[in-house]
Antibody, heavy 117, light 111 residues
Framework: EVQLVESGGALVQPGGSLRLSCAASGFTLSSYWMHWVRQPPGKGLVWVSR????????TYADSVKGRFAISRDNAKNILYLQMNSLRAEDTAVYYC???????????WGQGTTVTVS | QSALTQPASVSGSPGQSITISCTGTSSDIGAYNYVSWFQQHPGKAPKLIIY???SRPSGVPDRFSGSKSGNTASLTISGLQADDEGDYYCSSYRSGATLVVFGGGTKLTVL
């Protein structure tokens, strides 16, 4: 079964740091570009970051640029999101998402909750 | 404020059809045929139901269809069923710094 499982969400104080992980199973992570998408409580989806299949290309939303870093370990089949200088507005459920190509976000994890307070 | 504009809510009776619009700009919907739609039930992760404007992933019923005209994309659900109730989000590639944009979401109520 193709699956993504996020972990690492927690309650953290403003200014703190957190690293999210996303374990992939049922497919070869190294074959796909990957995204992080977040959803603040009671609100809509917001794209956060994308990484190329080999990890050499990364892109960020302006709201997290310079504070967040996306990375991957294809040997371990794990995607990461390092979050620094956290703010209250970063509070959200964070989803890792597989990109099949052409904005075809076809596999989503169950999400992990980050609360900054 | 979301980058793509969707109606906050729509409703319909079982068996009826509804359409949800998603309006963007010439930098996103108008520039690319990379529009996707997602369905989200409460407490669950989003599910891809339409990609590349009008294509359906395996397992998604043909009651769901997508289209695009200019800077506006649309999702139509025909033969409404109770299980269709939930939130629907559109998404598009965008040229420039923000790679992917989403709509604010539309809550579908099946009466």
């Amino acid at each position: 079964e193709v699956q993504l499982v996020e972990s690492g969400g927690a309650l953290v104080q403003p200014g703190g740091s957190l690293r999210l992980s996303c374990a992939a199973s049922g497919f070869t992570l190294s074959s796909y570009w990957m995204h992080w998408v977040r959803q603040p409580p009671g609100k809509g989806l917001v794209w956060v970051s994308r990484i190329s299949d080999g990890g050499g290309s990364t892109t960020y939303a302006d709201s997290v640029k310079g504070r967040f870093a996306i990375s991957r370990d294809n040997a371990k089949n794990i995607l990461y999101l390092q979050m620094n200088s956290l703010r209250a507005e970063d509070t959200a459920v964070y989803y890792c998402v597989r990109d099949f190509g052409a904005n075809r976000m076809d596999v989503w994890g169950q999400g992990t909750t980050v609360t900054v307070s | 404020q979301s980058a793509l504009t969707q109606p906050a809510s729509v409703s319909g009776s079982p068996g009826q059809s509804i359409t949800i619009s998603c309006t963007g700009t010439s930098s996103d919907i108008g520039a690319y045929n990379y529009v996707s739609w997602f369905q989200q039930h409460p407490g669950k992760a989003p599910k891809l139901i339409i990609y590349e404007v009008s294509s359906r992933p395996s397992g998604v019923p043909d009651r769901f269809s997508g289209s695009k005209s200019g800077n506006t994309a649309s999702l139509t659900i025909s033969g409404l069923q109770a299980d269709d109730e939930g939130d629907y989000y559109c998404s598009s590639y965008r040229s420039g710094a923000t790679l992917v944009v989403f709509g604010g979401g539309t809550k579908l109520t099946v009466l």
